[in-house]
T-cell receptor, first 112, second 114 residues
Framework: GQQLNQSPQSMFIQEGEDVSMNCTSSSIFNTWLWYKQDPGEGPVLLIALYKAGELTSNGRLTAQFGITRKDSFLNISASIPSDVGIYFCAGVYGGSQGNLIFGKGTKLSVKP | GAVVSQHPSWVICKSGTSVKIECRSLDFQATTMFWYRQFPKQSLMLMATSNEGSKATYEQGVEKDKFLINHASLTLSTLTVTSAHPEDSSFYIC??????????FGSGTRLTVV
C-alpha cells in the first residue's frame, strides 16, 4: 500500500534558523498537504499542493510538490518559538473521493 | 470557514462501557467524514470512512462492531466505542473533505479507559 516517508523525525533548532523537512513515496499522489499539530489538538492545514512542480507559500512557510508527484518539501524561514509542534505531510490518493495517508511526522523544537 | 466541531475533547470511562464521539460540520455539508486514531508520538491512522446515509467503510484490522459509525445527516457523524477497554485509550480525530479547501480536522477527543 501507499506509504509516506517523512524526515527528519525530529529537529532541534535555534530561534531564527530556517527549517526544512520532506516527504517521499514510491506512489504517486493527486494532492500533497502539510499540517501542523499542537499537543492535544487536531491537525491544522498549512499548505495544500495540487499540481506537480507547484511551489506555494503561506507567510514564512514554503512548500513544493515534486515534479514526479512522489515527494514534497516544507520550509520554514526565520523560525519562532510558536513554530514548535509536529508537522505532518499527507498525500491524497484514490480519485475524487480520495483518502489521506499521513507521514510519521517531524517534531520541531525551537530554542529561544 | 470549513470548521469541524468535535466533542467531547476528552472523556474518561470505565472498562466495559460505551463512549460516543460527535463531529459536526459547522458551515458546510460533509458527505464524507473520516475517523482517525492516533497513539502517543505516532501519526494518524485512518480507521474508517463515514458516508452520509450509507454504511461506513472500515480499514483493514478495524473492528466494525466495536467502533460504530453513524452518519445520519450531512452535518453530523458519530463514532461509538463499544465495550471500551484500556487498549482503546487513544486520541480520536475526525476529518471532512471540503471542496476547494482540502481536509479539515476536528480538535480531537482524548479517550482514557480505566
Amino acid at each position: 500500500g501507499q506509504q509516506l516517508n517523512q524526515s527528519p523525525q525530529s529537529m532541534f533548532i535555534q530561534e531564527g534558523e530556517d527549517v526544512s523537512m520532506n516527504c517521499t513515496s514510491s506512489s504517486i499522489f493527486n494532492t500533497w498537504l502539510w499540517y501542523k499539530q499542537d499537543p492535544g489538538e487536531g491537525p491544522v492545514l498549512l499548505i495544500a499542493l495540487y499540481k506537480a512542480g507547484e511551489l506555494t507559500s503561506n507567510g514564512r512557510l514554503t512548500a513544493q510538490f515534486g515534479i514526479t508527484r512522489k515527494d514534497s518539501f516544507l520550509n520554514i524561514s526565520a523560525s519562532i518559538p510558536s513554530d514548535v509542534g509536529i508537522y505532518f505531510c499527507a498525500g491524497v490518493y484514490g480519485g475524487s473521493q480520495g483518502n489521506l495517508i499521513f507521514g510519521k511526522g517531524t517534531k520541531l523544537s525551537v530554542k529561544p | 470557514g470549513a470548521v469541524v466541531s468535535q466533542h467531547p475533547s476528552w472523556v474518561i470511562c470505565k472498562s466495559g462501557t460505551s463512549v460516543k464521539i460527535e463531529c459536526r460540520s459547522l458551515d458546510f455539508q460533509a458527505t464524507t467524514m473520516f475517523w482517525y486514531r492516533q497513539f502517543p508520538k505516532q501519526s494518524l491512522m485512518l480507521m474508517a470512512t463515514s458516508n452520509e446515509g450509507s454504511k461506513a467503510t472500515y480499514e483493514q484490522g478495524v473492528e466494525k462492531d466495536k467502533f460504530l459509525i453513524n452518519h445520519a445527516s450531512l452535518t453530523l457523524s458519530t463514532l461509538t466505542v463499544t465495550s471500551a477497554h484500556p487498549e482503546d485509550s487513544s486520541f480520536y480525530i475526525c476529518s471532512a473533505r471540503v471542496e476547494g479547501y482540502g481536509y479539515t480536522f476536528g480538535s480531537g477527543t482524548r479517550l482514557t479507559v480505566v
